[in-house]
């Protein structure tokens, strides 16, 4: 595990911008889970203006997890990259891979399983990312899985139907198998409000394993927290 914090949340997202340019420019084609949520709005517009030679031709983009909302809803996280990073950059349209998130759930959960299956590669008899860019919430969540329905994370599927434990909004989200068999998991975590559960997740205080966020541990032993100095605070 590597642990890179950075003293603000541009300078998170200017660290994280130069790993993934670098990833980008390694591989022939680049498979990458995104996230939703403040801090990767802050790395697409970083990204998007201080990035123009990124190949983005090779780059092929999904998500981790999406809301039950049409496409143009202001809490879709496809909207959100569309509007930082997508309409800023050259990508073809074949290249993006949305969740229906207009669609039934319990359907679109299965239909994005297949896509998955269908579009990445398969190593361990199962879809492999080569990144998968994740946050975490205050909860101690990260994609759409939330502590009251951590089982989810051990689910064969690779798609399932999460409930958000206070609004009750509907999500898809991967599972804990996909995430772990990615060549390289990011966590982007930003802000003081984050610091406990940071905390608890790094240092395995008791009960950290409550916490979806601390299920996150790649076959391949890539995973990278990428923090500012805020949500570091109660680490040494």
């Known amino acids: 595990m590597h642990i890179n914090i950075a003293p603000t949340k541009t300078e998170v997202a200017k660290n994280f911008s130069d790993y993934l340019e670098e990833l980008i420019k390694e591989n022939k084609t680049t498979h990458i889970a995104l996230s939703g949520g403040s801090t990767p709005k802050v790395v697409f517009d970083y990204m998007a203006e201080h990035y123009k030679d990124v190949d ?14 049409p496409p143009t809803d202001p809490e879709s996280n496809y909207k959100m990259t569309v509007d930082h990073l997508l309409s800023k950059i050259d990508i073809p349209k074949d290249n993006i891979h949305r969740v229906l998130g207009e669609d039934l759930p319990e359907l ?18 199962l879809p492999q990312f080569d990144l998968v860019i994740l946050g975490m919430g205050d ?11 951590i089982g989810l994370w051990d689910s064969a599927k690779n798609c399932e139907v999460a409930v958000h434990p206070d609004s009750g909004q509907r999500r898809i989200t991967i ?6 068999n990615a060549k390289t998991v990011a966590f982007l975590v930003t802000g003081s409000s984050k610091a406990e559960k940071v905390r608890t997740i790094l240092t395995k205080e008791e009960g950290h394993e ?12 890539e ?3 990428f923090l500012d100095e805020e949500a570091a605070a109660q680490i040494n």
């Open 108 to 125: 679109e959960a299965r239909r994005y399983g297949k896509v998955l299956e269908e579009e990445l590669p398969i190593v361990n008899n």
């Open 223 to 225: 995973l990278i927290w």
């Open 56 to 69: 983005w031709s090779t780059v092929h983009l999904y998500w981790g997890d999406e809301r039950c909302v």
């Open 175 to 180: 599972t804990g198998k996909l995430i772990n």
């Open 210 to 221: 409550n916490y979806p966020a601390s299920l996150v541990a790649p076959s391949s032993g």
């Open 139 to 149: 909860d101690g969540h990260t994609a759409s899985i939330f502590p009251h329905e």
